[in-house]
């Protein structure tokens, strides 16, 4: 058990059962995912870096070799992609940071008695 990976490989044998079982949500996503990517306010590169940094902050193994591999298709430099990842680390923690608010009302409410 030890040497088997976190996550299974994505193969077509997954990705038929997964159609196989829910087929019409599978055709449904696919042509969501199909529109969302597709150019128009935003190009196919800044779409594809957008989805490389929410693939860090979503932590999907998956999503972030695809979305990766499809940056690169779409013309992102590898500087970008990693400029990219950055905003995703600053942004996952800035919500850590902004939320200590929460935790600082707490103890201030606890200080006071309240």
Known sequence: ????PLYP?????LRLQRHEL??????AFAE?????FKPGALDA????LLAVAVAHVTQCPYCIRGHTKA?????????????AIWVA???RAG???????LALDVMNAAAEGA
């Open 1 to 4: 058990m030890a040497d088997e």
């Open 9 to 13: 490989t994505a193969t077509r044998e």
């Open 22 to 27: 829910a087929p019409d949500i599978a055709d």
């Open 32 to 36: 969501f995912s199909k529109a969302v």
């Open 45 to 48: 590169k800044t779409k594809q």
């Open 71 to 83: 940056a690169l298709n779409a013309g992102a430099s590898r500087a970008e992609i990693m400029e």
């Open 89 to 91: 680390a600053e942004m």
């Open 95 to 101: 919500g850590a940071y902004a939320h200590s608010n």
